[in-house]
């Protein structure tokens, strides 16, 4: 029997989505600088909507098969550049400390990187840690974003995301040393 599999176009819904994601993140960005408690509100509005999207598009993928590689590395990009922009935005207004957005960011890129470097061997999907990890970092950027949270509260949030940001880049540098493993072994290496 012929193996027949289906071709999926990269320009589906998913992706689509996706790249919306990544077009928001300048409007995220300057709604974020205007002065005024009505511009924070948009701010958190537009990133409230691009932050569904990365929910919305891996939804979609995964119950119409529209997963395509360039899904699986666009889709953590758009992400990192949400998330980064957010961090780094906080980080200058003097809201969230630096070294958070350094250690945030530096795994951020740090798996985008090894993400890149596997690419000829295989794409590592994103984990069920990379998820919650995802999670948590964009709730601990909303509570940064609305102005009456106590910063107890986004200290244990953004906490947690810390947290759960370095373990998952461990894992995934763990992942990927392997998968380069059994890709050489396989090559007869």
């Known amino acids: 029997m012929k193996d027949e599999r289906r071709v999926v176009s990269p320009w589906n819904i998913a992706n ?4 919306l994601r990544l077009a928001l993140v300048p409007f995220f960005v300057v709604c974020l600088f205007l002065p005024g408690a009505g511009w924070r509100v948009a701010a958190l509005a537009v990133f409230a909507v691009a932050s569904f999207t990365d929910h919305l598009d891996g939804e979609l993928a995964r119950r119409y098969g529209l997963i395509t590689d ?4 666009a889709d953590p990009i758009a992400d990192k550049a949400l998330t980064g922009a957010a961090l ?3 980080s200058i207004l003097g809201e969230l400390p630096w070294w958070v957005t ?3 960011l530096g795994r951020e890129l740090g798996v985008t990187a ?13 984990s069920y840690g990379g ?8 709730a601990a950027i909303v509570l940064y974003l609305l102005p009456w949270v106590p910063d107890v509260v986004r200290w244990v949030v953004m906490g947690a995301a810390l947290i759960v ?3 998952t880049g461990v894992d995934y540098v763990i992942r990927a040393v392997r998968l380069r493993k059994v890709a050489k072994q396989a090559r007869g290496e």
Do not use: D, M, N, S
């Not at 689509?16 to 790249?19: A, D, E, F, R, Y």
């Not at 090894?114 to 994103?126: D, E, G, N, Q, S």
């Open 102 to 104: 350094g250690i945030i």
């Open 70 to 73: 360039f899904g699986k590395i």
């Open 16 to 19: 689509i989505l996706t790249v």
């Open 165 to 167: 940001t370095v373990a």
């Open 131 to 138: 998820k919650v990890k995802t999670v948590l970092q964009i």
């Open 114 to 126: 090894l993400r890149f470097v596997l690419l000829r061997h295989a794409v590592i999907p994103a």
């Open 88 to 90: 780094v935005c906080l």
